[in-house]
């Protein structure tokens, strides 16, 4: 049983090969068939009917091969596994109230009795460059000088952001919560016991036959292994429904130290959920906005590098928090590398991938001589894309490894814009956005790329099966015509 | 006109073989099969002796003494002997303020010890795991446990990653039933469980009664098991799963908050059992068996309790009769030949033999295990089913249930075959021998006699 990991070149030459084998049929069958084909249009009609009469068939022999071909056509149909369909998603909409201006964040900041000046001062730098908005929000707990980050503070939050985005996605859907068969939630830094999911179990009286999940550690990519789950619950078990729920609970995570890689995380996470509904029942099929085409998940944590690049620790004063690397992005564009491997072959045109190996054959054999490596043109595979929002950073060095435009990175950075880093949630805004801006038609594929602590690049790669009817109701709703906006490399604040 | 005949016959046999053949295949990788299990046995120096207990209690200068007397009267009444486990940080007096490095350690201890056995045991690569689930109920860093366990045996790039975080006692079966959906999906996978509790950073330092029992009871343990669906590993395979029933009455308010993790007035995080626990477990219990029992009884038995129903319908009986005693009548021995019960306290077990229909010998894996290790929480399960497999209770064709209970409020259970006899000692190697015990009196009652009498 021993196996050793294939390098990556091997591993996309094999996946090519498993393409040609996969559809071996077809390579000889077509052309037997078109050659057939042009041979029975070159014939009159006459002369196929005295054809199909000299070989003697009779209506036993024609029953009995119809017969056939239509039930192994049948079964062969029933037992695809059914399409996993999104028939809508809701976001949290924060009140105005929980905003946080530059200003009240500085005022703060120099309030807090732990933060020395220079802690206050990098903040406030970070908060310049971070591509962060005047209207994103945190929680109550947040805002008290300084935080109280209770449990019940936490719980607080869970109830109104959760609840929130659920009710919504119910008033959306017309769904009945007793109707819901699979619940999956992921909150990466809160994680009480009754979980998150027995709290939404709880609030909206869900059947006691559900099966619940609730995934937490698992960082920002999260949202999409919950997405994963839910998909391979949903291929287990037909004419199901699915509510999968992501969020961040900020609460119980401020740092009140001045450890400067443990103090981004206060300057760019912000409240956020979203709740999303997936369904494998026909009766969606007519009203599901996207269809669920491919899942893929990277783990480079075997990597140490990659995998102490985001660390929850204590610092020299046993306060706890979460420290960031400086190779973060290094680690992201590797991460990001290694996903696009396995996604490529799934949704690349087949001219893409046969550069990509060609350029990819050319540096194994005559190394960097063989020239610089051949990305992908990812623009033809997709639409549009939908970055998680980690911060102004992650966004940049994407937009650069990918060669992508800005209009493609437009959704990404203008919901880091409004809502901040909502962690495992960022995707659903981001989604959103494009809908809210009209540009979603249908036909159109997302790609959805989540980072997160681990370290982890998940992909998943929507269709959408109808375009959104305008207006479109959301958390973008009431500021949709403002965007995009200008965002500047730096806001000065001090 | 033969070649006709002949062509369309093998045209229809090949489409019905090929429909049969499809099925097959999908029925024989629709299996899941555990191939080994590993429970955590700790170093002795972590061993928590009644005396070490009532020193770490009095620690607390906030209790009263009728408080503390309430505790001890807790621990020595508990079932639980002096070969329990806690954690280092609570021994070495840190239980107020663990820091994060003491968490991450005790869950690392269990994790890596038991992986290290299972890999080695099984002779399975660390590069072919499929899937990877860690459920620890009370403890979620980031990077998470799976992260953890990836980086430390190299796992794939393409592993699929679960880790579960407050689901409650329960988490085993749930953690089983996440992987068997999984199975349905792909062919010849391989997966590995980790399930364990951090008893480190939730200790309870307040004075609320109710938030105190965990101290109590709650030991340190965990298990690592392996299971697949590849139809050619079954041969080495420890048992199969035949079904697996989940249920959830969080619906129910008082059911939802019977066992909640919380602050007490002072502001102090701990887990609050309340008195309405029984009545709920009772609920949940039944809502399990009553779906538990149709996918797992003989169709006889069946038969006949749907026959005593009815006779209890139509000639109503003025006795009122709880959810609990009517599940006594159903005989659950004529379907299961062994039940691992969650070692939650000695009442529970009891209490749920009681509803079983189940004599002493039923009952005594579980009551054993809460002697030997406490109640380890989720991996309890598993040093029962061991406590089983050491003493050689386990012949091919048992059927094993797997029954517990956790916060939410669930009761989830699963029914195992055994694939071939099996004598592993594991976990109780070394003390098997001296189990059943002659007493499972605490041998400090005497010296805390005071406390009975308080």
Known sequence: ?494 | MDLLWTISTALLLCSLLSILWKESDRRRNRNCYLLDFVCYKPSDDRKLSTELCSDIIARNKRLSVPDYKFLLKAVVNSGISEETYGPRSIIEGREECPTHDDCVDEVDDCMYRTLDQLFLRTGVSPIDVDVLVVNVSMFAPSPSLTSRIVNRYSMREDVKTFSLAGMGCSASPIAIDLVNNIFKTRKRTLAVVVTSESIAPNWYCGTDKSMMLGNCLFRSGGCSFMLTNDPSLRHRAKMSLKCLVRAHIGADDDAYSCAIQKEDDEGRVGFHLSKSLPKAAVRAFAENLQRLAPKVLPVGELALYAVRGLRHRLWRSKEAKTDAATAARVNFKSGVDHFCLHTGGAAVIDAVGRALGLAKYDVEPARMTLHRWGNTSASSLWYVLGYMEAKKRLRRKDRVLMLSFGAGFKCNSCLWEVLRDLNDGGAWEDCIRAYPPQTLVNPFMEKFRWVKEA
Request: overall charge positive; glycine content about 6%.
């Open chain 1, 1 to 494: 049983m021993r196996a050793v990991p294939l390098p990556r070149f091997l591993s996309s030459v094999k996946l090519g090969y498993l393409n040609v084998v996969n559809h071996l049929l077809a390579f000889p069958i077509i052309p037997v068939m078109v050659a057939v084909l042009l041979q029975v249009l070159e014939l009159g009609p006459d002369e196929l009917i005295a054809h199909w009469r000299s070989l003697g068939i009779d209506t036993i022999h024609a029953l009995c091969t119809i017969f056939t071909v239509v039930v192994v056509a049948t079964a062969s149909f029933m037992s695809r596994p059914r399409p996993v369909y999104l028939v809508d998603h809701a976001c949290f909409r924060p009140p105005r109230t929980f905003r946080v201006p530059f200003a009240t964040f500085f005022e703060h900041a120099s309030f807090m009795p732990f933060f020395d000046e220079k802690s206050v001062r990098f903040q406030v730098r970070i908060l310049e460059s971070s591509g962060l908005g005047e209207e994103t929000c945190l929680p109550l707990a947040n805002r008290c000088i300084p935080p109280c980050p209770s449990m019940e503070a936490a719980c607080a939050e869970a109830r109104l952001v959760i609840f929130s985005a659920i009710d919504e996605l119910i008033a959306k859907t017309g769904l009945k919560p007793r109707d819901v068969d699979i619940l999956v939630v992921n909150c990466s830094l809160f994680s009480p016991t009754p979980s998150l999911s027995a709290m939404i179990v709880n609030k909206y009286k869900m059947r006691s036959n559900i099966m619940s999940f609730n995934l937490s550690g698992m960082g920002c990519s999260a949202g999409l292994i919950s997405i994963d789950l839910a998909r391979s619950l949903l291929q287990a078990h037909p004419n199901s429904y699915a509510l999968v729920v992501s969020t961040e609970i900020i609460t119980p995570n401020f740092y009140a130290g001045n450890e400067r890689s443990m103090l981004l995380p206060n300057c760019l996470f912000r409240m956020g959920a979203a709740a999303v509904l997936l369904s494998n029942s026909r009766r969606e099929e007519d009203r599901a906005k996207y269809r669920l085409l491919h899942v893929v998940r990277t783990h480079e944590g075997a990597d140490d590098r990659a995998y102490r690049c985001v660390y929850e620790e204590e610092d020299g004063e046993d306060n706890s928090g979460i420290s960031l690397s400086k190779e973060l992005m290094a680690v992201a564009g590797e991460a990001l590398r290694a996903n696009i491997t396995a996604v490529g072959p799934l949704v690349l045109p087949v001219t893409e991938q046969l550069l990509f190996l060609a350029s990819l054959v050319a540096r194994r054999l005559l190394g960097p001589r063989g020239g610089k490596p051949y990305i992908p043109d990812f623009k033809r595979a997709f639409e549009h894309l939908c970055i998680h929002a980690g911060g102004r950073a992650v966004i940049d060095e994407l937009q650069r490894s990918l060669g992508l435009p800005p209009a493609l990175v437009e959704a990404s950075r203008m919901t880091l814009h409004r809502f901040g880093n909502t962690s495992s949630s960022s995707l659903w805004y981001e989604l959103a956005y494009i809908e809210a801006k009209g540009r979603m038609r249908r036909g159109d594929r997302v790609w959805m790329i989540g980072f997160g602590s681990g370290f982890k690049c998940n992909s998943a790669v929507w269709r959408c099966l109808r375009t959104p009817k305008a207006p479109v109701d959301g958390p973008w709703s009431d500021c949709i015509h403002r965007y995009p906006v200008h965002v500047p490399d730096m806001v000065k604040l001090l």
